[in-house]
């Protein structure tokens, strides 16, 4: 709670950097929340300064956030993977992971009206044979308790 008062200017003013060590001490012990919380605070900081060590350390909290299905984590992940489809040497990873997550979010469904709008319409684009494969790969993550998603084959 503490994280988030300072993360929220709830009584107190913005301090990100206490919110993030508050998220951080609680995350070290376990709370889910406060794993994603810190991720979104990660991505603030890649943001800002364009540090790759700061998505991948965000990518890996939503990863642990996911297995409890938050759908927002899903979302966020997706994110993080369509931001790298560019990335010439793994556009294909990429791209399949964020429609893996955007498509998962969906389904489960999202909290955020103005999120699962997007999604949405973001999922329409994608060709119907592929939303079709992806069906299965989704059905495996399932399975799998949101453990080892969307990973393709070298």
């Known amino acids: 709670n503490l994280g ?3 993360r929220y200017a709830t009584g107190v003013n913005v301090d990100l950097e206490k919110s993030f060590s508050y998220f951080q001490f609680a995350a070290d012990r376990g709370h889910i ?7 979104q605070l990660l ?9 790759e060590e700061f998505n991948m350390n965000a990518e890996k909290l939503y990863l642990e956030v996911v297995q409890s299905k938050n759908t927002d ?3 966020f992940l997706g994110s993080i993977y369509f931001e790298k489809i560019p990335i010439k040497e793994t ?24 999120m699962a709008i997007e ?8 060709p119907s044979d592929f939303v079709a494969q992806l069906k299965g790969w ?10 080892n998603c969307f ?3 070298k």
Do not use: P, Q
């Open 138 to 147: 989704v059905s495996t993550c399932e399975e799998n308790n949101y453990r």
């Open 73 to 75: 984590a899903m979302a």
């Open 4 to 6: 988030r008062m300072y």
């Open 91 to 114: 556009y294909k990873e990429n791209y399949f992971k964020s429609a893996g997550w955007f498509y998962l979010a969906d389904k489960i469904g999202l909290k955020d009206e103005a």
């Open 43 to 51: 991505r603030i900081k890649y943001r800002e300064t364009k540090n």
């Open 119 to 126: 999604i949405k319409d973001y999922l329409k684009t994608l």
């Open 151 to 153: 990973i393709l084959k």
């Open 33 to 39: 929340l406060a794993k994603h919380n810190l991720a």
